[in-house]
């Protein structure tokens, strides 16, 4: 938690002190994280040139995926909890991803209709994650989890105006934020209350290819 507030520090003196952006770029398309199956990612990301090869910027991304965590639901049949079929309703799961980065761009010019580009980046991943606890599995309920993030891209880009580009790039992303919580039971048999620590935690790391569109103002 504590990388998660130091790095959201930097980000937030970063863009204040970046207020005027000179670039920006659009990007969509297939994000595969390790903790859901691969969806649609929409991304923008604002920057700054340095010279004719390197530039600086921020960027954020959107992925939401609905899907039931099949570890937490075998978690829930181990520890002794019946009723798979309810079990998988609370295992049922709706998360919004919002990594937000800093990155610095490199440029490598091949001809003069095409360039190739490489970027690293770091900043948080916030995870909006609507769940089913286990006493209400009908019910939503919000967590919001952090963690420290990094990105690492390739890309090719192409101009298509004389102000706009066209890029497509590969990016590996790497978090896992997490929580824990508490379930109490209460055995049929003895009628005694118990209390098992389960940890919620989300691998977000994975590949994301897309496209977009960048402009110059």
Known sequence: MKK???AFIVLVSFVSISAQQKTAAVKLGLYSPQSTNAGFILGYQGGKDIDENFEYGWSIDWFNKNYVDKKLEKEFDLAGFPNSELNELRAKTNIH???IA??????YNVNRNF????????????LL???RSYQNPDEDN???AGDFAYLLSVGAIAPIGSRSEILAELTYHSSKPSWQYEVESVSPVTHLKTKKVFERAFDMSG?????GFK???
């Open 4 to 6: 998660f507030f130091l």
């Open 142 to 144: 919000l967590k919001i």
């Open 97 to 99: 991803n919002l990594p």
């Open 215 to 217: 402009f110059y103002y």
């Open 102 to 107: 800093f990155s610095l761009i490199g440029r």
């Open 115 to 126: 360039d190739v580009y490489i970027s690293g980046g770091f900043g948080v991943d916030v």
């Open 129 to 131: 994650i609507f769940y």
């Open 207 to 211: 590949i994301m290819a897309r496209i």
